[in-house]
């Protein structure tokens, strides 16, 4: 039977299939709706653009709220988490293999955990009662009379939310940096050096990074989708949608607050628009922040 | 001429000189796995350990009862735990065996056939690496719903198999194949298909496993789906009796304990994730090969 099967389609098919129903089609159904009202009973109903006036205009909470601390969440857990992968690949790159092999691995653990399961480690590390590790230790060496409510205080919350993201932040961009230096042909750096290169830094600007810039994009995609994937960590630390004083509430929470609690769908659907607008403009920042380094 | 100081990459040997390395390595790695050893510690303590004042970090006295007690609940709540566990089983099954087979058949098309939008194709899949699933997760409920796949094994698979980063890692990979190999094949008789199948998935065999292993990742710890497109209880995955049980919602179960609760879902973040590591331990240098070649050019 495979004798015979050499058109295009026959490989492309499946994949294409699958990649139109789950990824086109919700993205274009999600585009249709956010111009209608849809309560999921009766068929919806053509609004034009309010859905999108109303959230800049009249949502206080997503204006107050939910678009900062997003934007607060992904200034930090985003650039930091990329820092922090490039620094431990380029570590790991200059020890032997074995070694390297264990911590990578440790590494890269977080990013295998599942995050429902994972909550229980963090509400009992910071949990609010001295029965909590963070609160019991500093209620022992002195620093705190009271044991504070780490996850349900606003002050804290979102700090939380951001040291969990970075905890998992080294996933597949990490290794694929990782991966990147192990692959630079040694004698550039030797050359480099014959050729007047004094110190690291330079080495690091002038060999490491464009020899692995292929990689450096990859890992900068995959690190901007990290962090606004992990986006559920803020109702999973609280436990609670919306969040305390909406102190970790997340464009992702936003949406499953207005679709899955308030069912209005259409309102939800604007929201996710706007989301995946903001990832696709921060990706096209960072491409060109990234590429003009040639 | 002054010695070569600078960067050595892939020492055969450690050396004094790694020593800075190693500095900064340790507490970081410290700081990445002290969460994951308390969930293996704390799966295993017995109740009095839970409860104990100062809460201590190592486990003293293994045992086993949380890992039982996590079974009982689930007997509770009218669903056997095996049941939960098989599920999760086919339809990780389900979705890894399909995501390597579409994945690979798409690559090798996308790098070594040649057709029209071929370019194209390969364009929109890379931005949608960009795509976050999650914020789609209403319209795919109602593509879902629309295609029959409620309540079925198919509904909490299919979505999740096709992966732009999937596809973009074995393409990248294919064409590091020399187009000869294929060539010569050809002029042997061989179809495209019989190319792919005796040729190309034995060379790219590390970049499939990686597909295999993010994609079991990925479906493993899947809690959105078994949320959210299953209704049947039945039919639903283990992600989703752990998220059941981490918030008490278990019926007729007073959960009046959270601290014995503790150890119980400890144990059930454990089930979660040893799988997971086990396939990366034992295919992690295919994955490093993989990734070697999956910059964006």
């Keep these: 039977m495979t004798r015979r099967m050499n058109h295009p389609l026959w490989f492309l098919m499946p994949y294409i299939l699958l990649f139109v129903a789950f990824i086109i089609v919700p993205v274009a159904i999600a585009f249709g709706l956010s111009f209608t009202y849809f309560n999921t009973v009766e068929t919806p109903e053509w609004v034009g653009l309010r859905n999108y006036i109303e959230l800049l205009t009249r949502d206080e909470v997503f204006m107050q709220h939910v678009l900062p601390n997003t934007i607060k969440f992904a200034f930090i857990v985003g650039p930091v988490g990329y820092f922090l992968s490039f620094l431990l690949a380029w570590v790991l790159a200059q020890i032997p293999h074995l070694p390297r092999t264990i911590f990578a691995i440790i590494l890269y653990s977080p990013s295998m955990t599942a995050g429902i399961a994972m909550a229980v480690v963090w509400t009992v590390l910071f949990s609010g009662d001295h029965a909590g590790y963070l609160n019991a230790m500093l209620l022992n060496w002195g620093f705190i009379s009271e044991p504070i409510q780490f996850l349900i205080s606003p002050d804290h919350l979102m700090n939380i939310m951001i040291v969990v993201a970075l905890w998992g932040s080294m996933g597949v961009g990490f290794l694929a940096m990782l991966a990147g230096i192990l692959n630079i042909d040694q004698s550039l750096y030797e050359a480099a050096y014959i050729d007047g290169l004094r110190n690291r830094w330079q080495e690091i600007f002038y060999i490491t990074i464009p020899s692995m810039k292929p990689q450096m994009l990859f890992g900068a995609v995959m690190a901007v989708v990290g962090t606004f994937q992990v986006g559920m960590i803020g109702v999973q630390l609280s436990g609670a949608n919306p969040t305390p ?8 929470n936003h949406i499953e607050d207005f679709g899955f609690i308030r069912y209005l769908m259409g309102y939800a659907s604007a929201v996710s628009v706007v989301l995946l607008i903001i990832i696709y403009s921060i990706s096209k920042v960072t491409f060109n922040l990234l590429g003009e380094k040639e | 001429m002054a010695k070569f100081t600078g960067m050595k990459i892939n020492p055969k040997r450690f050396h004094r000189s790694q020593l800075k390395f190693f500095i900064i390595l340790l507490p970081m790695a410290a700081f990445v796995a002290l969460p994951i050893l308390f ?3 704390h799966a295993f303590k017995p109740l009095n350990e839970l409860f104990a004042y100062p809460p201590r970090f190592f486990v003293r006295q293994p045992t086993l009862r949380n890992f039982s007690d996590l079974v009982d609940l689930a007997a509770q709540s009218g669903v056997p ?4 566990l098989f599920n999760s089983l ?4 389900i979705g890894v065996v399909c995501a390597i087979l579409f994945t690979s058949l798409a690559a090798y098309a996308l790098s070594k056939l040649k057709f029209r939008g071929k370019k194209l194709l390969f364009e929109i899949n890379t931005l949608a690496l960009m795509f976050v699933p999650i914020a789609v997760m209403i319209p795919r409920y109602i593509t879902i719903a629309r295609l029959g796949l409620i309540d079925s094994y198919f509904g909490l698979a299919l979505p999740l198999i096709a992966m732009p980063v999937g596809l973009f890692l074995v393409k990248q990979f294919v064409d590091q194949t020399p187009d000869e190999l294929i060539e010569s094949a050809k002029i042997d008789g061989a179809s495209e298909m019989q190319i792919f199948l005796r040729i ?5 065999a590390p970049a499939i496993a990686t597909v295999g292993i993010l ?3 990925l479906i493993w710890n899947d809690i ?16 989703f009796f752990f998220q059941t049980v981490a918030q008490g919602n278990i019926p007729g179960q007073q959960h009046a304990n959270p601290v014995a609760g503790q150890g119980v879902l400890a144990a059930a973040s454990l089930i979660m994730f040893v799988p997971n590591i086990i396939m990366f331990i034992w295919l992690q240098n295919k994955v490093m090969n993989t990734m070697a070649h999956s910059g964006i050019k």
């Excluded at chain 1, 004083?245 to 992702?252: D, K, M, W």
């Excluded at chain 2, 959105?224 to 992600?239: A, Q």
């Design chain 2, 39 to 41: 969930i293996i510690n």
């Design chain 2, 81 to 84: 735990f095996s049941r939960y």
């Design chain 2, 215 to 217: 994609a079991f990742q």
């Design chain 1, 245 to 252: 004083q909406y102190a970790g509430q997340l464009l992702v």
């Design chain 2, 224 to 239: 959105i789906g078994p949320n959210l497109y299953v209704d049947d209880e039945s039919m639903k995955t283990l992600p």
């Design chain 2, 200 to 204: 190309i998935v034995p060379i790219t």
């Design chain 2, 90 to 93: 086919v339809v990780s099954g």
